[in-house]
């Protein structure tokens, strides 16, 4: 799991990415398509075009971070808007990575009593 300090805020580019990009790249990216700062400490996560693979970029403060995840089945859910960015909570960013339908988490079980 990334260790994501509380307070960081999360940010999806929509539509697909390249996956053959690397930090360099995808930097460039949300520099230039985005409109935001690579090095403000922020994530950006990022979606190939199948969906089974992103990739999220953060910059701590004293260098830059690439992580990869590739899911074994399915897909990864993102959302329907055609351009620009989404934020969403760090934990719906976990959930996202354990692939839970981070926008309606539901429990799947609940005790009705105690005992």
Known sequence: MIPVPSGVRVWLAVGHTDMRRG???????V????GRDPH????YVFRGRRGDLVKI??????GMF??????????FL????????VS?????LAY???GIDWRNPQHTYRPQVAG
Do not use: C, F, V
């Open 23 to 29: 930090m360099n790249g995808l930097a460039l990216q």
């Open 31 to 34: 520099q230039e398509a985005l």
């Open 40 to 43: 403000a400490g922020d994530l």
């Open 57 to 62: 970029l953060w910059h701590d403060g004293l």
């Open 78 to 85: 993102w959302p329907a808007t055609t351009g620009g960015t």
């Open 96 to 98: 996202m990575l354990d």
């Open 66 to 75: 690439l992580y990869a995840k590739r899911l074994e089945r399915g897909r």
């Open 88 to 92: 969403i909570s760090s934990a719906q």
